[in-house]
């Protein structure tokens, strides 16, 4: 079982929209004999992107599960690969990806440079201490660029990155490469390689580049550095230090290719196999659980739910420990319940084959569980570990949705319930006063998708709002506010006394509601302090200056008291909805806008226009970035302003200017537009 761990890859390929991550997922597919045709994005034919939405528009949307292997010196790997979305709409996708990934192709444009998603990606990926590797991708694009990738990745991200290869020729010219490591030129010529000796006039380019690689292995690995100072190392010894550094995160090794070329795939798959880690690699810990190979119990997280029209509910796990098989009992630890195994699969894309039994550090795919949902464990009857949660983003845009058809609308709500199941970045509310059915999503493609995915897949036809800004709101003060529920009513009364003091979080700060009771002694028994949460649960869904949901915001328990015939949950649970009410009154309370990151990148001679418009519309630029034809300017604008810019900068550019954005974070909303939008 060990060594069948040792070659097993679990990856993700991640990277901005437009990078080439589904081209290059399609090649892998292709060359290890995975698929017998290469699909092509712009032709809505990749295996990867299967769902009607994500072929239409050529955008990946949901991260899709693909099992392939690849052989290198008789060793057969088997490699789960994630192709994830780059649109900053879908970027839950990533993060859940992310979660249960032990390494990452990054997926670099050879022209395009870092852009505003690999940076989301990059801080994600580094959250969970993924190891890495780099591909960067078009080297036959117009402005590639090898080298200034390889010094603003430096620079940006504060990194030691290992060039493996370097490129023949660019742009037009691009011919091949030079692995540094194995010193062998690769050409691409049709439908073969040919493989030569480094070249005269390469030599120069590879010395230096062999030097670099030396050096960097010398610094971070004393292994290495007595072998070389020795001078008795060999291509085994590189490739094991450049490994062990990876595994390590203290280096992450760059390549270059052109996957819509077929150029440098083999090179990329040779790299997964021999650099990035197997989960046997990963001493994944949990709140002191050591969960690993030696662990024979199972333990699992569900990292993906998706609904299909013919299966049913599909949970997508990732096993930390332990052997699953077809008809076992699992103990579902976040929701306290007991789960069958009916059906496990190994998903190839939106194709499926069915397996009996699934073991440590696999990913397949669960059929038919009723309870389970993103982010929960599921391990064995005997255990009752909890792995983390996934962190899920807050909605910042809001569209009200009803269904043309009146008699559609019960239906309308059970399918909103299934995909806010299936993405937990989205969320379903209800307005009191309205009545209206609110949605919740990251971004306007993310509303127009699940619109979209109602009418082709559910054929209701809806009507929808305009898309409005999710504001929020929060406090400015510290304030202790008593609350209490008492009724009397002949017989047996009600009786809830909670006093709590409320205090602001910083708008830096990644936390946005604290809650901790400091309740010591008997002044409120314990059994009533989750029904205490769940009041002020239910209260901060609701603001006092406009009715907004509140956040970055401490609730802290100070006292209370209780009658011991008349106090019940009910009663506490409604005491401190009603302390919190009131102190929020108190707080100064205010409300808050989402800011977006907005990059937008555009000819030279249209700069001051699009400067100006962007100070109209309240934003700040950050930098401008001049390269030789384009700029490109990094700016943070209030979301609401945001609205139909796309139209703007087309028409304010003659179409030349493209834009990309992601949340940014929460500020104060001045006053003169809080008027406007009472």
Known sequence: MKNKVLYFRNIGIIAHVDAGKTT??????????????????????????????????????????????????????MINIIDTPGHVDFTIEV????????????????????QPQTETVWF???????????????????????????????????CIVLPINFNIGIE????????????????????????????????????????????????????????????????????????????????????????????????????????????????????NYDINLNNKKFVSLVFKIYHDVFLGTLSFIRIYSGTIKVGDLVYNSTKKVKEKIFRILRMFANSKKDINEAHF?????????????TGDTLCSLSENVQLENIETPIPVISISIEPIVKNDQEKLLS????????????????????????????????????????????????KISKPQVSYKESIKKIVIQEGKYVKQSGGKGQYGHVVIRIEPISLEDKENFIFKSEI??????????PAIEKGIMNQVNYGVVLGYPVIKIKVFLINGSFHSVDSSEYAFKNAAAIALKDALKKANSYIL?????????????????????????????NTIIDHKNFKVINSFIPLRELFGYSTDLRSSTKGRATYNMEFHNYSELPNNIVEKIK
């Open 593 to 621: 806008e989402p800011i977006m990151k907005v990059e937008v990148t555009l000819p030279s001679e249209f700069l001051g226009i699009v400067v100006g418009d962007i100070n109209k519309k309240r934003g700040i630029v």
């Open 172 to 287: 037009e010219n691009y011919d091949g490469i030079v692995d540094i490591i194995n010193k062998q030129s690769f050409f691409w010529k049709e439908n073969s390689i040919i493989v030569k000796n480094v070249e005269n006039n390469q030599l120069s380019i590879f010395n230096h580049y062999n030097e670099l690689m030396l050096e960097t292995l010398s610094n971070n690995d004393d292994f290495f550095l007595e072998k070389y100072i020795n001078n008795s190392y060999n291509i085994d010894d590189i490739k094991n230090s450049i490994r062990k550094l990876v595994l390590n995160n203290k280096i992450i090794p760059i390549m270059c290719g052109s996957s819509l070329k077929n150029k440098g795939i083999e090179f990329l798959l040779n790299s997964i196999c021999e650099y990035l880690p197997s989960p046997y690699d990963i001493n994944f810990k949990n709140n």
């Open 415 to 462: 399918i909103l319930q299934k995909f806010c199941k299936e993405d937990p970045s989205l969320l379903l509310s209800i307005n009191n006063s309205t009545g209206e059915t609110i949605l919740s999503g990251m971004g306007e493609l993310h509303l127009e998708i699940i619109v979209d995915r109602i009418l082709k897949e559910n054929n209701i036809k809806t």
């Open 520 to 529: 010591i002694g008997g002044a409120i028994p314990k059994e009533f302090i």
């Open 24 to 77: 290059t997922t399609e090649r892998i597919l292709f060359y290890s004999g995975s698929s017998h045709k290469i699909g092509e994005v712009h032709h809505g034919t990749t295996i990867t992107d299967w769902m009607q939405q994500e072929q239409e528009r050529g955008i990946t949307i949901t991260s899709a599960s693909v099992s392939i292997f690849w052989k290198i010196n008789k060793i057969k790997y």
């Open 124 to 158: 994600q990926s580094q959250k969970y201490k993924i190891p890495k590797i780099i591909f960067v991708n078009k080297m036959d694009r117009m402005g590639a660029n090898y080298n200034n990738c390889i010094v603003n990745i430096k620079k940006k991200f504060n």
């Open 361 to 373: 550090g696999d990913i397949v795919v669960i059929v038919g569980l009723k309870e389970s949902s």
């Open 95 to 114: 993060e859940r990806s992310l979660r249960v990934l032990d390494g990452a192709v990054i997926v670099i444009c050879a022209s395009s440079g870092i």
